[in-house]
């Protein structure tokens, strides 16, 4: 028997239908933390942390960061992908489950319109010159990227090229899970990252710009 497909929906559309303050009550951890104003400080819930100003939440923005072992954030689905560790199309379909949602009022046909890990803006693409191939090309390789088995933490989402440069808010920049890797090896060293899901919501791979103008002819504007 083939199993049932489990249906798109509008991440969008779930994200505006709960709250941070939901989530942490549904995990019992909404108790440990502290308001002040419009922001939420306690223990990271997903590591298991004990500082209570380790992670932060914006309750206006419906944002989350951890400063500490995380190094990420992200919005409310973001935060029950890390915590059951699961895609976020899973994420999303528990998050529907848990907080009484109706799948049909959140269904979608399109799997585009499930995804919506890239910013509107579209990033300009690096131009390159015609060349004429001297030899047949290659059939194109269709075969879908497998997910992948790890996530990029070390990000600073605040990133001057980010917020002055593109002139996107934080609230956007958490929403697409954009940011500046800070990590010390890989391919997006010193790279503004963009992390790509499949239709099923899965992450597959990576976009790093160079931000701003690349320092010389041997340092690519993107890599993939």
């Not at 909404?30 to 100003?53: A, E, M, V, Y």
């Not at 919506?116 to 390159?128: G, L, M, V």
């Not at 996107?168 to 940011?179: A, H, K, P, R, S």
């Not at 990590?183 to 990252?193: D, F, I, T």
Request: aromatic share 8%; net charge neutral; glycine share 8%.
């Amino acid at each position: 028997m083939s199993k049932t497909r489990k249906p798109f929906v509008d991440f969008r559309a779930i994200r505006g239908r709960i709250t941070m303050e939901q989530v942490l009550e549904h995990y019992g951890v909404l108790h440990t933390f502290k308001r002040s104003g419009n922001r939420l400080s306690g223990p990271c819930p997903i590591h298991g942390g004990s500082d209570p100003s380790q992670f932060r939440v914006e309750t206006e923005k419906n944002i989350w960061n951890c400063f500490s072992e995380c190094k990420h954030g992200g919005n409310v689905l973001d935060f029950i992908a890390s915590k059951e560790n699961v895609p976020i199309h899973e994420a999303a379909l528990k998050a529907c489950e848990w907080f009484n949602i109706p799948i049909a009022e959140v269904k979608t046909d399109s799997p585009r319109s499930e995804s919506d890990s890239a910013p509107e803006e579209t990033p300009e693409r690096p131009s390159k010159p015609v060349v004429q191939p001297t030899t047949p090309p290659k059939p194109e390789d269709n075969t879908p990227n497998a997910p992948l088995k790890f996530r990029l933490d070390k990000l600073q989402r605040e990133h001057p090229y980010l917020i002055n440069d593109r002139g996107l808010t934080l609230e956007t920049i958490v929403d697409f899970g954009l940011g500046y890797f800070t990590g010390e090896k890989g391919l997006m060293v010193g790279r503004v990252v963009i992390p790509i899901h499949n239709v099923k919501g899965e992450l597959v791979a990576y976009a790093g710009r160079w931000p701003g103008e690349p320092p010389d002819k041997k340092t690519e504007k993107y890599k993939l």
